[in-house]
């Protein structure tokens, strides 16, 4: 069994929609490890997002995704990584198939409803940016 960190970005929250997101992960067999509210400060976002902050659009997703408190959750199960980008669907929602999450309830490239870790390496430091050793169950 294999672990992943998901966001739910303020345009989930804003909708309202994180218990169905949650709920399409739990029926599809992952179990919930960790999950908390939280709204990610300027720093947080720089090193989440270290590898676009020299991009012009970095401002615009520091923006996006300080505009509200967001659902970070950690979801355990077999080959979680893959399965979870699957049931993710492309980053643009626009280009994501009916059936997955973005393609469903996103809207476009940025408000795609939900992060997804990318590798086991990505995964891995992710929980540990968001959560406390103790605090994954």
Known sequence: MKKTLIILKPDCMEKNLAGEVLNRFAQAGFTLKACKMMRLSEPLLREHYAHLTQLDVFPLIVEFMSSRPVVVAVLE?????????????????????????????????????????????????????????????
């Open 77 to 137: 199960g077999e080959n979680a990584i893959a399965r979870v980008r699957e049931m993710a669907g492309p980053t643009d929602s626009t280009l994501a198939p009916k059936g997955t999450i973005r393609g469903d309830l996103g809207t476009d490239k940025r408000r795609n409803i939900l992060h997804a870790s990318d590798s086991p390496e990505s995964a891995a430091a992710e929980m540990k940016r968001f959560f406390k050793a103790d605090e994954i169950f």
